[in-house]
């Protein structure tokens, strides 16, 4: 009896972990590399078009930062929830400077991982 008493509170706690994770967001990165003939600059704005007119207004949505190397591309976001970050990214292709942004990565570079936020 105590063993399956002690098996259940260690199943909750890890449930409950588990809830406490997600209601403390979930943060988004993106990695990928700008086309050959794309410069940095060019794709900066563009970039920058994308966060001001569609992801910063997408509900959910905390903060993004962008970095660079070469030409490899880094994208964080942070969001309230997973369903904001889908939701924001059914909703991407919409967005008015999306065409133009991905014409300038490498399509087949591009990863995208969530990861819920612990602390």
Request: net charge negative; proline share 2%; glycine share 4%.
């Given at each position: 009896?105590?063993?399956v008493?002690?098996?259940?509170?260690?199943?909750?706690?890890s449930?409950?972990?588990a809830?406490?994770?997600q209601?403390?967001?979930v943060?988004?990165?993106?990695?990928?590399?700008?086309?050959?003939?794309?410069?940095?600059e060019a794709?900066?704005?563009?970039d920058?078009a994308?966060?001001?007119?569609h992801?910063?207004?997408?509900?959910?949505f905390?903060?993004?930062?962008?970095?660079?190397?070469g030409?490899?591309w880094?994208?964080?976001v942070h969001?309230?929830s997973?369903d904001?970050a889908?939701?924001?990214m059914?909703?991407?292709?919409?967005?008015?400077?999306?065409a133009e942004?991905?014409?300038m990565?490498?399509a087949s570079?591009m990863?995208?991982?969530?990861?819920?936020?612990?602390?």
């Amino acid at each position: 009896m105590k063993s399956v008493l002690f098996a259940g509170l260690i199943l909750f706690s890890s449930m409950a972990g588990a809830v406490m994770a997600q209601d403390k967001g979930v943060l988004e990165v993106v990695t990928m590399n700008l086309k050959d003939n794309v410069s940095v600059e060019a794709f900066a704005a563009v970039d920058k078009a994308i966060e001001d007119q569609h992801v910063s207004k997408q509900p959910g949505f905390v903060s993004r930062e962008t970095a660079v190397s070469g030409h490899k591309w880094l994208v964080i976001v942070h969001w309230k929830s997973a369903d904001a970050a889908q939701a924001s990214m059914d909703s991407f292709a919409n967005a008015p400077a999306a065409a133009e942004f991905m014409s300038m990565i490498d399509a087949s570079t591009m990863t995208m991982t969530r990861y819920d936020v612990v602390r």
